[in-house]
């Protein structure tokens, strides 16, 4: 059905301009110059009456393609409106979701560490398949501790993946782009992996892992998992090779070392990725719990030998830190415990918790300005309180299955609020900070929150997102904006729970 208007269109278009049939126009007959049909001849035909010819037959031109185009333009609108608009295209198939059974087999991961001049760690990993067809196996994407999809797939480079001898290609998933697809042949039973890790070289690149004096191994960097199980019901045995005259710490426990070379007992690879090393030229381990039921190491690597000197006072209130911590929790949750420290300006800066370990980096003057600073000295008692309140005890949200499962950080202001009051307790405690210190970073805390503007529009709770919306990038208004205030502004709910149980029970 075509409305008014077009038909009005399409009788304009056929018929033409009445004008038009009464002026001359260039397309007369021979002879004639008008539609007129009057004889004229060249003699008799004048110059001013040829120039209102020829414009008035231009005009009637011009209308005719103006016409023509106007129809034009109605036939293509309303061919368009007949199209299909687009529709989204069909999902990708589904990844095999993750079952809590025991994987059939035991994963191997061998990583070459000894590239220290060009920062690369060099990878070989075995996987073993029960069956033929379709196999899928991740790269970890979420990091425990930091709480966001932030983990460096793009400095794992030349994978290659092989079986039998043969090479099979891979496809990276188009929506889950952690996640890789090969397809098995009939017969294999392994797979075999190999790439490198490309640790950056400056820090504009990332945070900075290897020097050519220490390194920071952190197994979530280093391996692959299959899809479809929960991470702690899949056994990998994993070994390195270090630079040759390094020492290294680990909550991992030793299976054997034949020269430059460590395998470690068989764990889940969930276990795994919760055991980072670090590993130098310059190293020493102080035992700060001889007496105890479990073992816990003061474990240091530093830039320069030097920096690894320290007086008896210094490690004495890294031992009451672990005494304190067992007063103020009342419960062991771990068989040993390794405190990984750096004392570097090369190393990038780190603190991130674990269940039996931590990784710290507290400045290669720790012990030799003791007594002209505290700034920092907070770090281990923080990191060291996350083994109770975060790992042997999280968010139910936050936990999940795989290292592929996105988490949820609703309970963040629990997490590391409540963390980053403990451990400000415990540093005055163990006499890490004095309590004049402690009592003084408090109150800076308490002006600061005081003063925070992003207060008035956005909530503590609503921070909890912050490590996957902004991911610690800088800000134009930290006041106004917020980021990841759950922290301190965490910190002072918990002072005042505490304040507010010691008034309501006179203190006991």
Same mark, same amino acid.
């Given at each position: 059905?075509?409305? !008014?208007?077009?038909?009005?269109?399409?009788?304009?278009?056929?018929?033409?301009?009445?004008?038009?049939?009464?002026?001359?126009?260039?397309?007369?007959?021979?002879?004639?110059?008008? /539609?007129?049909?009057?004889?004229?001849?060249?003699?008799?035909?004048?110059?001013?009456?040829?120039?209102?010819?020829? =414009?008035?037959?231009?005009?009637?031109?011009?209308?005719?393609?103006?016409?023509?185009?106007?129809?034009? &333009?109605?036939?293509?609108?309303?061919?368009?409106?007949?199209?299909?608009?687009?529709?989204?295209?069909?999902?990708?198939?589904?990844?095999?979701?993750?079952?809590?059974?025991?994987?059939?087999?035991?994963?191997?991961?061998?990583?070459?560490?000894?590239?220290?001049?060009?920062?690369?760690?060099?990878?070989?990993?075995?996987?073993?398949?029960?069956?033929?067809?379709?196999?899928?196996?991740?790269?970890?994407?979420?990091?425990?501790?930091?709480?966001?999809?932030?983990?460096?797939?793009?400095?794992?480079?030349?994978?290659?993946?092989?079986?039998?001898?043969?090479?099979? =290609?891979? &496809?990276?998933?188009?929506?889950?782009?952690?996640?890789?697809?090969?397809?098995?042949?009939?017969?294999?039973?392994?797979?075999? /992996?190999?790439?490198?890790?490309?640790?950056? +070289? $400056?820090?504009?690149?990332?945070?900075?892992?290897?020097?050519?004096?220490?390194?920071? /191994?952190?197994?979530?960097?280093?391996?692959?998992?299959?899809?479809?199980?929960?991470?702690?019901?899949?056994?990998?045995?994993?070994?390195?090779?270090?630079?040759?005259?390094?020492?290294?710490?680990?909550? #991992?426990?030793?299976?054997?070392?034949?020269?430059?070379?460590?395998?470690?007992? +068989?764990?889940?690879?969930?276990?795994?990725?919760?055991?980072?090393?670090?590993?130098?030229?310059?190293?020493?381990? +102080? @035992? #700060?719990?001889?007496?105890?039921?479990?073992?816990?190491?003061?474990?240091?690597?530093? *830039?320069?030998?030097?920096?690894? $000197?320290?007086?008896?006072?210094?490690?004495?209130?890294?031992?009451? %830190?672990?005494?304190?911590?067992?007063?103020?929790?009342?419960?062991?949750?771990?068989?040993?415990? *390794?405190?990984?420290?750096?004392?570097?300006?090369?190393?990038?800066?780190?603190?991130?918790?674990?269940?039996?370990?931590?990784?710290?980096?507290?400045?290669?003057?720790?012990?030799?300005?003791?007594?002209?600073?505290?700034?920092?000295?907070? #770090?281990?008692?923080? $990191?060291?309180?996350?083994?109770?309140?975060?790992?042997?005890?999280?968010?139910?949200?936050?936990?999940?299955?795989?290292?592929?499962?996105?988490?949820?950080?609703?309970?963040?202001?629990?997490?590391?609020?409540?963390?980053?009051?403990?451990?400000?307790?415990?540093?005055?405690?163990?006499?890490?900070?004095?309590?004049?210190?402690?009592?003084?970073?408090?109150?800076?805390?308490?002006?600061?929150?005081?003063?925070?503007?992003?207060?008035?529009?956005?909530?503590?709770? @609503?921070?909890?997102? @912050?490590?996957?919306?902004?991911?610690?990038?800088?800000?134009?208004? %930290?006041?106004?904006?917020?980021?990841?205030?759950?922290?301190? $502004?965490? %910190? /002072?709910?918990?002072?005042? !729970?505490?304040?507010?149980?010691?008034?309501?029970?006179?203190?006991?």
């Amino acid at each position: 059905m075509i409305s !008014a208007g077009r038909r009005s269109a399409g009788r304009a278009a056929r018929e033409p301009d009445r004008g038009c049939r009464k002026a001359p126009g260039l397309f007369a007959a021979p002879g004639q110059v008008g /539609l007129d049909k009057s004889p004229r001849t060249q003699e008799t035909f004048r110059p001013r009456t040829a120039t209102r010819t020829v =414009a008035a037959a231009l005009g009637c031109v011009v209308r005719s393609l103006l016409f023509s185009v106007s129809v034009l &333009t109605l036939a293509a609108t309303a061919a368009l409106a007949e199209q299909p608009l687009p529709q989204p295209a069909p999902p990708s198939p589904a990844i095999q979701a993750a079952r809590d059974v025991p994987y059939p087999g035991t994963l191997k991961l061998s990583v070459d560490a000894t590239d220290l001049a060009r920062r690369i760690f060099d990878i070989r990993q075995t996987i073993p398949v029960a069956k033929p067809g379709k196999f899928t196996f991740y790269y970890p994407q979420w990091v425990p501790g930091g709480h966001s999809p932030r983990n460096d797939i793009d400095k794992m480079a030349g994978l290659v993946v092989t079986a039998g001898g043969k090479r099979l =290609a891979w &496809t990276r998933d188009p929506v889950e782009v952690f996640a890789f697809h090969v397809d098995v042949p009939v017969g294999v039973t392994e797979l075999n /992996l190999s790439y490198q890790f490309l640790s950056p +070289v $400056e820090a504009r690149v990332g945070r900075q892992v290897m020097t050519p004096d220490m390194l920071n /191994l952190q197994w979530l960097q280093m391996g692959f998992y299959p899809a479809g199980y929960f991470t702690r019901q899949i056994p990998i045995e994993a070994s390195v090779k270090l630079p040759e005259g390094f020492q290294f710490a680990t909550a #991992l426990e030793t299976a054997r070392t034949e020269g430059q070379t460590t395998t470690f007992k +068989v764990v889940p690879f969930e276990t795994l990725v919760d055991s980072p090393m670090f590993a130098g030229r310059y190293f020493k381990s +102080v @035992d #700060l719990d001889p007496e105890g039921p479990a073992r816990v190491r003061l474990n240091m690597v530093a *830039d320069r030998p030097e920096q690894l $000197e320290f007086k008896p006072e210094h490690i004495h209130a890294h031992k009451d %830190l672990v005494q304190q911590a067992y007063k103020l929790y009342g419960s062991r949750h771990y068989d040993h415990y *390794d405190f990984l420290v750096a004392l570097s300006d090369q190393l990038g800066g780190i603190g991130l918790e674990h269940h039996r370990s931590s990784e710290n980096n507290v400045g290669p003057k720790y012990f030799q300005d003791w007594d002209k600073g505290f700034v920092g000295r907070e #770090l281990l008692p923080h $990191e060291f309180t996350h083994s109770w309140n975060g790992k042997f005890r999280r968010g139910a949200d936050l936990w999940t299955p795989t290292l592929n499962t996105p988490m949820r950080d609703s309970l963040m202001w629990v997490y590391e609020g409540q963390t980053q009051y403990w451990g400000n307790v415990l540093s005055s405690r163990s006499n890490l900070l004095t309590k004049q210190q402690s009592l003084d970073s408090l109150a800076m805390t308490a002006a600061t929150f005081d003063n925070r503007r992003g207060r008035d529009w956005r909530s503590v709770a @609503d921070t909890t997102n @912050d490590p996957i919306i902004a991911n610690r990038k800088p800000l134009s208004w %930290l006041s106004y904006q917020r980021s990841e205030d759950y922290y301190s $502004e965490g %910190l /002072l709910v918990w002072l005042d !729970a505490d304040t507010l149980i010691r008034e309501k029970t006179g203190g006991k």
